[in-house]
């Protein structure tokens, strides 16, 4: 039997999910898990074999999520799932210590034999994307990133906090609502540990990021 944790914010997917997982006699579901703290503490309390894990969660993601999951025990296998060939956020679940990823769009029998491959210690990757991020992992990295447990995009925004833009101003510069920002700026506090913009500007210049000054706001 395999043990599997099943972790999805849209009850009715989630559900649905875990009953057809139910429905394979070697797949025991040991639970299901709605935010990334959630599955974080029910992880640590069932010690699933596999770790169904979406990528895009309220609260902390489903990156963060996989790697603090993986820092407990390293023996748990991460299969990401996402519903769009998003190579930025499947790359960095990877680097996060996941297996694999698969679309949420995947057949009941994809999904089981992904998690039977992964539980056996091997890699899975979608079809649609797979030839794009294996390249990108392959790629010499001309130096390292800097915080690699945040997002690149996640890293733009942080770099922008620390040179003191407003998050109305990041929106403005970077084309995207205040919303959207301040749910990156939750996520970059979440993963860095810390509670203000001053404690995450301080990561931010370590990391020698913010240093330049910004025009044109």
Not at 80 to 98: F, K, P, Q, Y
Not at 162 to 172: M, P, Y
């Amino acid at each position: 039997m395999i043990r599997v944790m099943v972790v999805e914010d849209h009850p009715v997917f989630a559900e649905g999910l875990a009953a057809l997982l139910r429905e394979a006699p070697e797949v025991e579901v040991v639970g299901v898990a709605g935010t990334g703290e959630a599955a974080v503490e029910l992880a640590g309390r069932e010690a699933p074999e596999v770790v169904l894990m979406d990528l895009h969660l309220p609260g902390i993601s489903g990156v963060e999520a996989t790697s603090r999951i993986l820092a407990r025990d390293p023996r748990v296998a991460v299969l990401a799932l996402t519903m769009l060939t998003d190579d930025e956020t499947v790359l960095a679940a990877i680097r996060a210590g996941a297996r694999g990823y698969l679309l949420k769009e995947a057949t009941g029998e994809d999904i089981v034999r992904s998690l039977r491959a992964v539980a056996a210690g091997q890699v899975v990757f979608g079809a649609s994307a797979g030839d794009r991020v294996l390249a990108a992992l392959a790629a010499p990295a001309a130096r390292p990133r800097p915080l690699p447990e945040l997002t690149e995009r996640e890293v733009e925004i942080l770099d922008l906090v620390a040179a003191g833009l407003t998050n109305q101003a990041i929106a403005r510069r970077l084309v995207l609502s205040e919303k959207t920002v301040r749910n990156h700026v939750s996520n970059i506090f979440a993963k860095l540990h810390v509670s203000d913009r001053s404690a995450a500007v301080a990561h931010a210049r370590d990391a020698g990021l913010g240093v330049r000054p910004r025009r044109g706001l």
